[in-house]
């Protein structure tokens, strides 16, 4: 019998297929995807770093990332279209994480896949640091079992010890 996608009920109220998930490595080809991603407005607003980045200096940062064996930058796509970013790196004890969503796939669970998926295929410790006014992102992490283990300076830091 051929392999049958789920069906998910649009808002018109009409069946229609799940929309294909898929996550994997970022790839060379991703270069100016990441760096659009990297300075929306949204991300910056989220980020310690909040200048503009500028493509020059996302080409080599990228470049190096990709050669990182103590980096892991993860695209998640539905139907083929990246849609989420998740960034591991390594560091004494475990890793950090962090995330980024598509402004236009936002509030429809991409985010908790993406990282229920991402801590799933990691072992160990991991931390990740959110701004403390971001609700979205705090409820996130909470959503997929990452504890508040402080707050400093405007900063929550969540983990999974
Ligand atoms: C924060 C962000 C990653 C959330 O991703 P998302 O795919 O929209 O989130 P999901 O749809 O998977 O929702 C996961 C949880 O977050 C909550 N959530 C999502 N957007 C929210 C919002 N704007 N306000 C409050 N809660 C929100 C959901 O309700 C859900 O929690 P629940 O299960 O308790 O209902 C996404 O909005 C984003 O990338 N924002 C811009 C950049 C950013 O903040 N990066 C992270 C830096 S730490």
Redesign the pocket.
């Known amino acids: 019998m051929p392999h049958q996608r789920p069906m998910i009920t649009t808002r018109h109220g009409r069946s229609a297929p799940a929309p294909a998930w898929r996550l994997r490595l970022a790839e060379p080809r991703d270069e100016a995807l990441l760096l659009r991603w990297r300075n929306d407005p949204?991300?910056r607003q989220?980020s310690h770093q909040q200048d503009l980045v500028d493509a020059a200096v996302h080409m080599q940062w990228f470049a190096r990332a990709l050669r990182d064996p103590e980096r892991q930058i993860f695209i998640a796509e539905l139907d083929g279209q990246p849609v989420?970013m998740a960034r591991l790196e390594r560091e004494p004890g475990g890793h950090q994480l962090?995330?980024?969503?598509d402004e236009a796939?936002?509030?429809?669970?991409?985010?908790?896949r993406l990282l229920a998926e991402v801590l799933a295929a990691t072992p160990g410790a991991i931390r990740?640091e959110?701004k403390s006014d971001?609700?979205?992102?705090r409820?996130?992490a909470a959503?997929v079992g990452l504890i508040a283990a402080g707050e400093c300076h405007g900063i929550c830091l969540v983990v999974r010890p």
Do not use: M
């Open positions: 949204a991300a989220a989420a962090s995330w980024f969503v796939a936002r509030g429809r669970g991409v985010g908790r990740a959110i971001n609700a979205a992102s409820r996130l959503s």
